[in-house]
């Protein structure tokens, strides 16, 4: 074997691996199956879209989302072959645009943006090489607010067989539909309309108001994006009518919270309805 060719059988040893072990750190956006985008199938050839004996699903919502609230999404992907795994998922809207906001809540999983959609995917740790069976990710989804409609999210897996390369691995879609539910009333409950905060956007203080038609117990509170409890305004019995709650700016320890935008949610008897607002400091 002469030197150059020598030299060009070492060089694909050197890249193909390099190539193989590219996405093991999270896959290129856009590769969900969702409208418009491609799945893991586009590199990883072997076999066709979900032909495997495996599964992938998602749990977390009740087929009926409420506006503004945080859902803990459980991506599960399974196949009796498979010893490292992936994933990648968006949220969409009616018209094909990202919807809600995603949030990781551990180190397994990472979030990128590109163009009008945002994606959550694995990270390296969260590919759990030599785990068999199945693997599951999970993904805090925030709902949009109210009058987005119906959504649908859209998510691809790889299970993969851990040869670090892209042969012999099965590939899965699946989307799941949720419509939007949210505010509202049974008959013979009260009725309660959250009111637009003002100012907004605001520094440091804002005027949040409801309405009830009638008395009913209530409790108001504001949340971070990622659905964390702020602060809680107002909790306990209060009278038909309007009533006017003031917020500083501080969460329940009194500590000042940083610029960004937050929820406030109203809980009266059924009645559920949820907006944002925008602290600017």
């Known amino acids: 074997m002469n030197r150059h060719v020598t030299f060009l059988a070492a060089l694909a040893m050197t890249v193909i691996p390099s190539l193989a072990l590219a996405f093991s750190g999270g896959p290129p956006d856009g590769h969900t199956n969702a409208p418009g985008e491609a799945n893991c199938t586009a590199c990883h050839v072997t076999f066709p879209l979900n032909s495997g004996a495996g599964s992938l699903g998602v749990t977390g919502v009740p087929g009926t989302y409420e506006p503004g609230t945080a859902y803990d999404l459980v991506v599960t992907l399974a196949d009796p072959g498979a010893q490292r795994w992936g994933f990648q998922l968006t949220v969409l809207d ?25 994606y959550a995917k694995h990270t390296s740790a969260g590919t759990h090489p030599g785990t068999t069976g199945s693997h599951a990710w999970t993904v805090r989804w925030i709902s949009p607010a109210a ?39 049974v008959p013979g409950a009260a009725f309660a309309r959250l009111g637009d905060n003002y100012p907004n956007p605001f520094n440091p203080r804002t005027t949040i108001s409801y309405t009830l038609d009638e008395a009913e117990s209530v409790r108001l509170a504001i949340y971070a994006m990622d659905g964390r409890l702020v602060r809680r305004l107002d909790d306990g019995p209060r009278s038909a009518g309007e009533h006017r709650v003031t917020w500083d700016g501080l969460d329940g320890d009194g500590r000042a919270v940083p610029s960004g935008t937050y929820l406030y949610r109203l809980e009266a008897g059924t009645a559920r309805d949820t907006r944002t607002m925008t602290l600017l400091r």
């Open 94 to 118: 009616g018209s094909g645009v990202s919807t809600g906001s995603l949030a990781t809540l551990d180190t397994d999983v990472q979030l990128s943006t590109t163009g009008a959609r945002n």
């Open 147 to 185: 009058g987005t409609g119906d959504v649908t999210l859209y998510v691809a897996g790889n299970a993969a067989n851990g040869n670090f390369f892209n042969t012999g691995d099965r590939i899965y879609a699946t989307s799941v539909a949720w419509t939007e539910g949210g505010f509202s009333a």
